[in-house]
């Protein structure tokens, strides 16, 4: 079973930054967090990861907690390209080597 | 840089038959990872290929099985198909990830997927 949490689904203006939390409680020390998002019947794309310290990309960013039990990705300036299924996933990096999806989060970008 | 291409795009097969599906990975990978994504859900892994052998696998039967070739491409084989094998059917490629070598290096790309439906 995912070992997170994410509203199933969200609106976001076309513009305005998205923000997209992702529960994870149960969380193991060595544990990563990782964001994926799928656009309608593509693959999945990555989109950027971390340990526990706040990490920023061309994509995104990513704000991890300090006890590490949530996270919320945030797209800058979202556009109508970004409406998408957002997946956050936990694993072990360079160990368990499958990742474990749940439902994401619908992201409809609005005009 | 190509990135993980997948063949085919499409395919249509009826129940009973068998299918092999066919993934190239990204520039410099040599790990490549397959999944399951029904419709509406989240993909489910079905195995890990290194060194041209199986090293992990997820939770499905015997009827999936799969091959890496010297130059790291991968085919996925589903035998005996079912009803409930139509799915996306999506490769990854990675670096491996191996104990001692450079960390934080085993992120998973995705290819375009197979629209796989059985008939």
């Known amino acids: 079973d995912a070992k997170t949490t994410q509203p199933p689904s969200m609106d976001c203006a076309e513009g305005r930054a998205a923000n997209l939390p992702c529960n994870h409680s149960t969380i193991s020390g060595n544990e990563y967090v990782y964001w994926y998002r799928q656009i309608h019947s593509q693959g999945p794309q990555y989109i950027i990861h971390?340990?526990?310290?706040?990490e920023t990309n061309e994509m995104a960013s990513l704000i991890i907690t300090e006890d590490r039990k949530s996270s919320t990705l945030i797209l800058p300036h979202a556009t109508l390209r970004d409406t998408a299924v957002y997946y956050c996933i936990v694993r072990v990096a360079m160990s368990n080597y499958q990742l474990i999806w749940g439902a994401g989060t619908k992201l409809i970008i609005k005009p | 840089d190509a990135g993980v291409t997948q063949s085919p795009t499409h395919l249509i097969k009826t129940r009973g038959q068998q299918v092999t599906l066919r993934c190239s990975p990204k520039s410099g990978h040599d790990t490549v990872s397959w999944y399951q994504q029904a419709l509406g859900q989240g993909p489910q892994f079905i195995f890990q290929y290194y060194e041209e052998e199986e090293r992990q696998r997820g939770n499905f039967p015997d009827r999936f099985s799969g091959h890496q070739f010297p130059n790291y491409s991968s085919e996925l084989n589903v035998n005996a198909l079912l009803l409930g094998d139509s799915a996306l059917y999506l490769c990854?490629?990675?670096?491996?990830?191996?104990?001692?070598?450079?960390?934080?290096?085993?992120?998973?790309?995705f290819g375009p997927g197979t629209r796989l439906t059985v008939l």
């Open positions: 971390g340990l526990k310290n706040n």
């Open positions: 990854a490629s990675s670096l491996p990830g191996l104990a001692g070598g450079p960390p934080n290096t085993d992120t998973q790309y």
